[in-house]
């Protein structure tokens, strides 16, 4: 072979090698935008679509975290309670967070494809238009019998996000001028405030707390000792005479390493702290 028929054969094998490589670049850049274009369409779906299970549960409101401090602060005028269950909400407000002055709202909450909707329509009618995910979410009182515009709020921003707790911002407007209202997850209500409600529904002949199924809804204990008696603080020196029985479930306020919090639902609701080694946690 003469050197130039070498250096022409050269030629040619980079030339090929070129353009392999070239291929395999444009095949690898071609699956790079499909990959980039199926998680921005994912993330996408992701922030537009929520699900109507993000709200279930028991929240209350708070208006602060400092995270120094590990502890939630509320500067909020009223205090808020709310129970999301399925498409139905109970707020339970303590204006100017006094427990004598209360008010029950019976709401329901979904999702609404606003732009496809006629809003003069009927209690019935509209509950069944409410969706279980979407991007638009809606709130509107319970009991009326004709609704238009007026009387739907739509959410102008909603999430659900963990940090300590699960935190939730409906988006909602509350009695609160100029300030954002946001909710954290507990694991029941409190006493008093379940008190109020067992009270409120003898009162108004509708059980709340079974329509609201806060029973499932809340975290609960069961006593495995014989007996375990009640505090008024986490101290053996503040022994109280009001006691549990083994096999009794009480709900779950608090917890800490050697006492929980409880109150227990019986002809009238008692509570306090028992010693933790006195109960299991249940699921």
Not at 57 to 68: A, C, D, M, R, T
Not at 119 to 147: A, D, I, M, P
Not at 156 to 174: A, C, P, V
Request: glycine share 4%; charged share 30%.
């Amino acid at each position: 072979m003469s050197y130039f028929q070498f250096f022409i054969l050269l030629l040619v094998l980079c030339l090929l090698s070129c353009k392999h490589n070239g291929n395999k670049n444009i095949e690898a850049k071609d699956t790079a935008k499909e990959v980039s274009s199926e998680t921005i369409s994912q993330l996408d779906q992701k922030e537009s679509k929520h699900s109507i299970n993000d709200f279930q549960g028991i929240w209350v409101s708070f208006s602060q975290y400092l995270e120094h401090e590990s502890a939630f602060k509320d500067h909020n005028k009223n205090t808020y309670y709310k129970i999301v269950n399925g498409n139905e909400i109970l707020d339970i407000t303590l204006i100017d967070d006094d427990e004598s002055n209360v008010r029950i709202d019976e709401q329901y909450l979904g999702f609404l494809d606003i732009l496809n909707f006629n809003f003069s329509t009927n209690e019935e009618e509209l509950v069944s238009s409410l969706q279980k995910s979407g991007s638009t979410l809606v709130r509107f009182k319970k009991g009326q019998e004709k609704y238009d515009k007026n009387d739907i709020e739509i959410s102008s921003g909603f999430n659900r996000y963990y940090e300590i707790t699960e935190i939730l911002d409906d988006g909602f407007d509350y009695d609160e001028k100029d300030k954002y209202v946001s909710f954290r997850s507990v694991s029941s209500l409190p006493m008093e405030i379940f008190s109020l409600l067992k009270t409120t529904s003898k009162k108004e002949n509708l059980d709340y707390i079974k329509m609201y199924d806060v029973e499932n809804k809340s975290s609960k204990v069961r006593v495995k000792v014989s007996k375990t008696f009640f505090h008024t603080e986490m101290s053996s020196a503040s022994k109280r005479k009001a006691f549990l029985v083994k096999g009794d479930i009480a709900y779950l306020e608090e917890i800490s390493n050697d006492w929980v919090k409880v109150y227990y639902d019986g002809n009238i609701v008692s509570g306090g702290y028992i010693k933790r080694s006195d109960i299991e946690v249940l699921e």
